[in-house]
């Protein structure tokens, strides 16, 4: 299968779904990742520095690809610019299946995020639609938590994966330099970050009885030819 997960910002992807991304990269499927903006608005480092760290990032979730669309940082908007670009991305990986930020969080451009995705898995299945390439529409669409998290559809065990999840965050090394060592201060780099970060993917993993989950919700209903299957 091919999966396509989109962010906002640099780091979002490994900070929600980087367990999701090497578990199903690990399984075979082929799974890219796609940063709407280069993230030129964070508080620490420049959209060079966090390209190359987004790279290697990809490289540790063992991701086939990183595109990074150029969309711009705090402005992130559900405009014309922003539905072309995502959709002839989605024309060009042709996804079968879609990640996305959930619609509510604390930072806007998440929410738009959400937006974009949604509308442009719809748009790049339109015949008339003005991107290159075939028309194709993902066969699902599921959305993971960032700032804030509501009740989760499905929960997936990452307990083999979560080393591989924190070397992948820890690779965006420009958003967790402590301000002793004259960084800006941010919700990252404060110094009990990893501690409290652990404490939502215990708690779904210990909802499955598992040591590490993550989490994601599907607005639509999941249909299903055999429970077994699920
Ligand atoms: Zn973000």
């Known amino acids: 299968m091919k999966i396509l997960v ?33 993230g030129e608005m964070g508080s620490n480092g420049t959209p060079e520095i966090r390209m190359e760290e987004g790279r290697r990032a990809a490289a540790i ?8 669309l150029g969309l711009p940082d705090a402005f992130l ?5 922003a539905l072309l670009k995502t959709a002839a991305l989605v024309r060009q ?23 974009i995705v949604t509308r442009a ?13 075939q028309p194709h529409r993902p066969r699902r669409l599921f959305y993971y938590f960032l700032g804030r998290a509501e009740k989760p559809t499905v929960l997936i065990n990452i ?5 591989a999840k924190i070397q992948a965050v820890k690779a965006h090394a420009s958003q967790f330099a402590p301000p002793s060592q004259g960084a800006r201060p941010t919700l990252l780099n404060r110094e009990r970050f990893f ?23 599907s607005l639509r209903q999941i249909e299903a030819q055999d429970i077994t299957a699920i």
């Open 121 to 133: 898995c719809h748009l790049a299945g339109l015949h008339k639609f003005p991107v290159p390439g």
């Open 6 to 38: 989109f962010g906002a910002h640099p780091d979002d992807v490994e900070l929600s779904v980087g367990g999701i991304v090497a578990r199903h990269a690990a399984l075979g499927h082929a799974v890219e990742i796609c940063d709407l903006t280069a």
């Open 195 to 217: 501690e409290d970060y652990a404490l939502r993917f215990r708690a779904w993993g210990r909802e499955i009885g598992c040591t590490y989950a993550e989490a994601l919700v």
């Open 61 to 68: 979730l063992g991701a086939k690809a990183r595109h990074n």
């Open 93 to 115: 990986v042709r996804p079968d299946i879609v990640l996305a930020p959930w619609h509510r969080d604390s930072h806007p451009d998440h929410e738009a995020a959400s937006v």
């Open 159 to 163: 307990d083999a994966y979560w080393d």
């Open 77 to 81: 908007q559900p405009d014309r610019e």
